[in-house]
Protein backbone atom coordinates (compact mmCIF):
# COMPACT_ATOMS: atom_id res chain seq x y z
CA UNK A 1 0.00 0.00 0.00
CA UNK A 2 1.61 3.23 -0.71
CA UNK A 3 0.45 6.85 0.75
CA UNK A 4 1.45 10.16 -0.15
CA UNK A 5 1.20 13.16 1.65
CA UNK A 6 1.80 16.59 0.02
CA UNK A 7 3.21 19.86 1.45
CA UNK A 8 4.04 23.02 0.78
CA UNK A 9 1.10 24.86 -0.12
CA UNK A 10 -0.17 28.48 0.89
CA UNK A 11 -1.21 31.77 0.26
CA UNK A 12 0.76 33.31 -2.34
CA UNK A 13 0.46 36.87 -4.55
CA UNK A 14 0.49 36.56 -7.98
CA UNK A 15 4.39 36.31 -9.25
CA UNK A 16 5.39 34.42 -5.87
CA UNK A 17 6.56 30.92 -6.12
CA UNK A 18 5.78 27.68 -4.13
CA UNK A 19 7.67 24.43 -4.33
CA UNK A 20 4.78 21.46 -3.38
CA UNK A 21 6.28 18.18 -1.86
CA UNK A 22 4.70 15.16 -2.23
CA UNK A 23 6.54 12.27 -0.14
CA UNK A 24 5.58 8.08 -0.15
CA UNK A 25 5.28 6.03 2.40
CA UNK A 26 5.99 2.82 0.22
CA UNK A 27 8.61 0.61 -1.34
CA UNK A 28 10.32 0.73 -4.50
CA UNK A 29 9.37 4.52 -5.60
CA UNK A 30 11.42 4.50 -8.16
CA UNK A 31 9.24 2.47 -10.22
CA UNK A 32 6.10 4.22 -9.88
CA UNK A 33 5.42 6.97 -12.50
CA UNK A 34 4.55 10.45 -10.45
CA UNK A 35 1.92 12.71 -11.41
CA UNK A 36 0.42 16.11 -9.96
CA UNK A 37 -3.22 17.23 -10.54
CA UNK A 38 -5.07 20.29 -8.84
CA UNK A 39 -8.98 21.01 -9.22
CA UNK A 40 -10.15 24.53 -8.49
CA UNK A 41 -13.74 25.07 -6.71
CA UNK A 42 -16.31 24.12 -8.65
CA UNK A 43 -14.52 22.91 -11.54
CA UNK A 44 -13.10 19.50 -12.80
CA UNK A 45 -9.65 17.95 -11.87
CA UNK A 46 -7.06 18.49 -14.26
CA UNK A 47 -3.49 17.23 -14.89
CA UNK A 48 -0.53 19.61 -13.87
CA UNK A 49 2.48 17.49 -14.98
CA UNK A 50 4.27 14.15 -14.62
CA UNK A 51 7.57 11.82 -14.44
CA UNK A 52 8.12 8.92 -15.58
CA UNK A 53 9.59 5.99 -13.47
CA UNK A 54 12.35 4.74 -15.02
CA UNK A 55 13.35 7.50 -17.44
CA UNK A 56 12.30 10.80 -15.55
CA UNK A 57 10.78 12.07 -18.77
CA UNK A 58 8.35 14.60 -18.08
CA UNK A 59 4.93 15.88 -19.55
CA UNK A 60 2.94 18.82 -18.80
CA UNK A 61 -0.46 20.80 -19.06
CA UNK A 62 -0.29 23.64 -21.65
CA UNK A 63 -1.07 26.26 -19.05
CA UNK A 64 2.16 25.57 -16.54
CA UNK A 65 4.71 24.95 -18.92
CA UNK A 66 7.51 26.93 -18.63
CA UNK A 67 6.38 27.60 -15.17
CA UNK A 68 6.07 24.63 -13.55
CA UNK A 69 8.83 21.71 -13.02
CA UNK A 70 8.11 18.71 -11.60
CA UNK A 71 10.97 16.36 -10.40
CA UNK A 72 11.62 13.27 -8.21
CA UNK A 73 14.06 12.30 -5.60
CA UNK A 74 14.42 8.74 -5.60
CA UNK A 75 16.67 8.71 -2.27
CA UNK A 76 13.79 10.33 -0.33
CA UNK A 77 10.73 8.86 -1.91
CA UNK A 78 9.30 12.08 -2.62
CA UNK A 79 8.52 13.84 -5.99
CA UNK A 80 8.06 18.12 -6.43
CA UNK A 81 6.53 20.69 -8.26
CA UNK A 82 8.40 23.96 -8.21
CA UNK A 83 5.94 26.53 -9.32
CA UNK A 84 7.05 29.86 -10.70
CA UNK A 85 5.67 33.33 -11.89
CA UNK A 86 2.29 32.19 -10.25
CA UNK A 87 -0.90 33.59 -11.41
CA UNK A 88 -4.74 33.70 -9.48
CA UNK A 89 -5.54 30.80 -12.45
CA UNK A 90 -3.47 28.45 -10.51
CA UNK A 91 -5.31 28.69 -7.01
CA UNK A 92 -7.05 25.13 -6.85
CA UNK A 93 -5.90 21.87 -4.29
CA UNK A 94 -2.97 20.37 -6.17
CA UNK A 95 -2.92 16.45 -5.45
CA UNK A 96 -0.14 13.80 -5.89
CA UNK A 97 -0.86 10.58 -7.74
CA UNK A 98 1.19 7.47 -8.43
CA UNK A 99 1.10 4.59 -10.48
CA UNK A 100 3.62 1.33 -10.42
CA UNK A 101 5.20 1.04 -13.37
CA UNK A 102 2.74 3.50 -15.63
CA UNK A 103 2.97 5.09 -18.72
CA UNK A 104 3.07 8.89 -18.44
CA UNK A 105 -0.55 9.19 -18.28
CA UNK A 106 -1.77 12.69 -18.06
CA UNK A 107 -5.43 10.79 -17.13
CA UNK A 108 -6.47 11.02 -13.79
CA UNK A 109 -7.96 7.24 -14.00
CA UNK A 110 -4.15 6.09 -14.89
CA UNK A 111 -3.28 6.83 -11.47
CA UNK A 112 -4.58 4.31 -8.60
CA UNK A 113 -2.77 6.29 -5.17
CA UNK A 114 -3.76 9.71 -4.31
CA UNK A 115 -2.61 12.29 -1.52
CA UNK A 116 -5.14 14.15 0.71
CA UNK A 117 -4.52 17.67 -1.67
CA UNK A 118 -2.74 20.66 -0.39
CA UNK A 119 -4.30 23.43 -1.25
CA UNK A 120 -2.46 27.03 -3.02
CA UNK A 121 -3.92 29.74 -3.39
CA UNK A 122 -2.99 32.51 -5.44
CA UNK A 123 -4.05 36.72 -4.43
CA UNK A 124 -4.25 39.20 -7.59
Known amino acids: QVQLVESGGGLVQAGDSLRLSCASS????????MAWFRQAPGKEQLFVAAIGWHDSNTAYADSVKGRFTISRDNAKNTVYLQMNNLNPEDTAVYYC?????????????????WGQGTQVTVSS
Open 26 to 33: GQSFEMYT
Open 97 to 113: AAQFIGGLSLNAYSYRY
